[in-house]
T-cell receptor, first 117, second 116 residues
């Protein structure tokens, strides 16, 4: 298993500003994933972050809006840029456990709840 | 493309009663299926998973789920619900090793309320 810490746990932001969410894992992992959970909707994968390479974004998500950093094997950040009320969501960091890389089991942080006014 | 449907947005069950949460998936090949639980203020926790073999899988906290290919379903069950089971439950499907296990497709979730 993996223990994942996210910061901030919640924040209220003004329209047009940017916020960076941090994700720290207690073990080294190859892939880290960022999901968005919009109110009343399912979790949607934003991007996959690999250490030492550019993040891979899913359809509908772009680097300019959601820049991601992955400086080492235990840490990643997701920035939500130029926020609008539509970006109000819970953002979740997740990793595949050592076994999970081949089994699809993901471990999740507690999420960062963003409210954009 | 894969998709998951959880037809029940909310379910209320009396404590001690049995529970069944429905999940239907759409996927052309053998699916890899998961149930996650999200308690208030916490991240998602894996309850159980199905990859192959016995279609009835046991998970943590007394939960089980049955894979029925003919019905494209993977319903979650528990014989006796406890108040601490109140949470949101997500069904998810992955395409398998060739399509990227990490690309889980989640259902919209079912919120379980437990009444005294």
């Amino acid at each position: 298993s993996a223990v994942i810490s996210q910061k901030p746990s919640r924040d209220i932001c003004q329209r047009g500003t940017s916020l960076t969410i941090q994700c720290q894992v207690d073990s080294q992992v190859t892939m880290m994933f960022w999901y968005r959970q919009q109110p009343g909707q399912s979790l949607t994968l934003i991007a996959t972050a690999n250490q030492g390479s550019e993040a891979t974004y899913e359809s509908g998500f772009v680097i300019d809006k959601f820049p991601i950093s992955r400086p080492n094997l235990t840490f990643s950040t997701l920035t939500v840029s130029n926020m609008s009320p539509e970006d109000s969501s819970i953002y979740l960091c997740s990793v595949a456990g050592q076994e999970g890389l081949n089994t699809g089991e993901l471990f999740f942080g507690e999420g960062s709840r963003l409210t954009v006014l | 493309a894969q998709s998951v449907t959880q037809p029940d947005i909310h379910i209320t069950v009396s404590e001690g009663a049995s529970l069944e949460l429905r999940c239907n998936y759409s996927y052309g090949a053998t699916p890899y299926l998961f149930w996650y639980v999200q308690s208030p203020g916490q991240g998602l926790q894996l309850l159980l998973k199905y990859f192959s073999g016995d279609t009835l899988v046991q998970g943590i906290k007394g939960f089980e789920a049955e894979f029925k290919r003919s019905q494209s379903s993977f319903n979650l069950r528990k014989p006796s619900v406890h108040w601490s089971d109140a949470a949101e439950y997500f069904c998810a499907v992955a395409g398998g090793m060739n399509t990227g296990f990490q690309k889980l497709v989640f259902g919209t979730g079912t919120r379980l309320l437990v009444s005294p």
